[in-house]
Structure formats: C-alpha cells, structure tokens
C-alpha cells in the first residue's frame, strides 16, 4: 500500500490506485461509493432467465443494459468495453441475473422487441489506461468549453464533461433557459478538442444534483444523493401544508422549489379529506365562533370568539365542526366552546437546563471556601492565639 496512491471516483462508482513500482492502474468497483448504487435484492437467485443481460454503470446516473456477446465470463465488478453509437466505451457491471428483467420492467423495455448493445470483451490493462487519460481531461475541458461559450455570446452554462471510454468522443451536459443554438459552437469545440461532440441538455436539479452540496435541514442535498428522476414541483405542494410562501424558504439551492416538498404532500391531502370546508363562522347560543387555524395531520381546528384575535383559541376535532356544521344548517346552536377543557399547549417545550449555553461549561470551585467559612476560620484561629 506504501507504493500505491488510491483515488476515489464518486462519479462512477470506483476506487482507482496507481502501482509506483510496476506502473500499472487499477480499478475496482465501489457499491456505495456513488448516487446511483445498486441492491440486488435476487442476489444468489439463477432461474435461467436474462442470464446474458447485465446492467453497465457509466459516469453520474447514465446506465444502460446490454447483452453479453462475448462468451466470456462476466460478472458484477467487472470493467467490460461495450458497444457504443461510434466506437466503444468503458464501464462497470452493476446488476444481472433476475434483476436485470426487473429493471427491463420498470423502464417500460420489452426484451423481446428492443435490440441491446453488446458487451465486446472485458476491459484490458490498456483500456483502463486509455479509460483514465480521458477521464483527466474532463475538468480541464469543461472550463475551457465554458470561456468558449462565455466568448462566443451564448446564454449557455456547461455543467461537466463526460469523455468516452476510447477518449475519441465526449458529451456536454448544459444548462440553458431556452433554446440555444449551438451548431458553431460544436465546430468550435471540434477544432479546440479533436474529438467527436455531443451536447445534452439538464436541467437545474440536476446540475445541483452533479455539483452536490448540504440542505438547510443538515444533510446532503437529495438529488446528490438519491434522486434520478425529477418530478415537477408547485406552489401548492406548500398551499395544501399550510407553509409560508416564502420563495427563500421554499428555493433550494438550484433556485427551484425544494424537492422535499413533494415528499409529505400525500399524507396532507389524504388528512384534508376528512377536515371539513368552513365556509363561514359556527354559531353557538354565545355567539359567533371564526376558524383561526388547523392543524392538518392532527385534524383540529382552533376557534375564537374574536375574529381578529388568536389570544383565546378552542380546538375542535374535524369530526366534532362536520357535526356541527349540520347542526347549524338544521338551525340548531349548541351551548358554548367555552365548557371545552383548556387545549394542551402545541408548542416545543425544552428540557430542563437546555435553554442555557452555560450548561457546556464545567462548573468552577470556589478557593478557600464562601466568605462566611472563611470568617468563621479566622475568628477561630484568633481566640485559639489568645
């Protein structure tokens, strides 16, 4: 190990170390070293089926499925050189057996009617080398594609670069607002780079998704984490939550609707189902009382005499409005809100000794004792002097 340097690449999947003595590179495949990882959860499981499909990991969450054509034995962690639109690329073997008819399911792919790229043979000591070379270029490439575009005038941002697995060809991902005409631009990039182009669009999401990064709540942003494919997001994701609409606290930091908010909008919309629309104030023999505000997930609702006040507010459960409501249309008024028992307070309440910052500090002696001790020892010492 003293002779080896080791590099993680995330991006992929893979740890790569260099041999100082021998020169030689190597890589091996990390299962949880990148976003898209994989569970094979028919792990062990040999039906004979999809015995020759298996599941090829590229860079950040391009995968593809391809058949094996090699009459070679491959298996998950192998680097193979598979079939590519113009010359062939290198990749890392994530999934077969069983599973890969799962995945096949789940993309809506029929076996039978799609025609599968190939996997040529395992990748050989000089692909990998080749592999790594192209992979070196990517950052150097990428910031200068950017000056080019900057140059050129156009509304454009390239967010990274992935080389191909001979280095002979390269795909641009960009971010743009509209739509941008990049046919000089490809002509452009041609001559500077000598290799084949190909430019493909993302979106905001997933350009922070590439770049990665901590949420407000702590952790690591989703769409770095977890995330492939990016659901359209609303305003009234936060509406029917009863949040703030606040473009600052609901902007993550692609400057879009944070992707959380989708997450708890089910259970909102299935518990608003069963709190009733207060169209107008509940009558009661001691007078009017307005909805103030609900909680959603708990279905109460708090009532006040005072229409323009939250100071003295009277939970009622969902159930107990609905019945209520029907009593009013019948032209019956019940007695009063105010013989409810008083609600328990909703709001967080700390712990003993939590709320003070000094509790982190070590408690200090005193030295000599308190002034009275020290008092008390001094008139003593004197009358024993006497």
Not at 10 to 18: E, K, P, T
Not at 155 to 183: L, N, S
Not at 223 to 231: K, L, P
């Amino acid at each position: 190990m003293d002779n080896e340097t080791i590099h993680f690449d995330c991006f992929r999947g893979c740890a790569v170390s260099h041999d100082a003595q021998t020169g030689e590179t190597n890589c091996t495949y990390r299962p949880g070293c990148c976003k898209l990882s994989d569970n094979d959860f028919l792990k062990g499981v040999k039906d004979g089926t999809f015995r020759d499909f298996f599941e090829v990991r590229f860079k950040n969450t391009r995968k593809g499925i391809y058949v094996n054509d090699s009459g070679q034995n491959v298996k998950i962690g192998d680097l193979v050189i598979v079939e590519a639109q113009s010359g062939h690329d290198l990749g890392i073997v994530t999934l077969e057996g069983p599973v890969v008819g799962r995945q096949l399911k789940c993309r809506g792919t029929d076996p039978e009617a799609t025609v599968f790229r190939k996997i040529y043979r395992k990748a050989r000591q000089n692909d990998i080398e080749k592999w790594q070379e192209a992979i070196a270029r990517e950052q150097d490439t990428m910031i200068q594609a950017r000056k080019i575009a900057t140059e050129m005038g156009l509304e454009m941002k390239i967010g990274d670069v992935e080389f191909q697995g001979d280095g002979t060809k390269a795909i641009f991902y960009y971010i743009a607002d509209g739509r941008v005409d990049f046919r000089q631009l490809i002509k452009v990039f041609a001559e500077e780079f000598r290799i084949r182009i190909e430019m493909k669009q993302i979106g905001a999401r997933q350009e922070a998704g590439l770049i990665g990064g901590l949420g407000i709540c702590g952790r690591e942003l989703c769409c770095a984490n977890y995330i492939t494919s990016f659901q359209s997001i609303s305003t009234s994701a936060a509406r029917c939550q009863d949040l703030s609409l606040n473009p600052q606290k609901l902007a993550g930091q692609c400057g879009k609707l944070k992707c959380c908010l989708n997450y708890e909008v089910a259970n909102y919309m299935d518990a608003q189902t069963r709190i009733p629309r207060v169209n107008e104030p509940l009558e009661f023999e001691d007078g009017l009382a307005y909805l103030r505000k609900t909680d959603i997930l708990a279905e109460v609702m708090y009532f006040s005499y005072d229409k323009t006040s939250d100071a003295n507010l009277y939970p009622l459960d969902a159930s107990e409005v609905r019945e209520i409501i029907k009593m009013n249309r019948n032209g019956i008024k019940p007695e009063s809100l105010r013989n409810e028992p008083e609600p328990a307070s909703p709001e967080f309440v700390t712990s003993v000794g939590d709320d003070s910052i000094s509790r982190f500090d070590s408690p200090k002696r005193r030295k000599g004792g308190s002034g009275k001790n020290r008092r008390h020892h001094s008139r003593k010492s004197g009358k024993e002097a006497k």
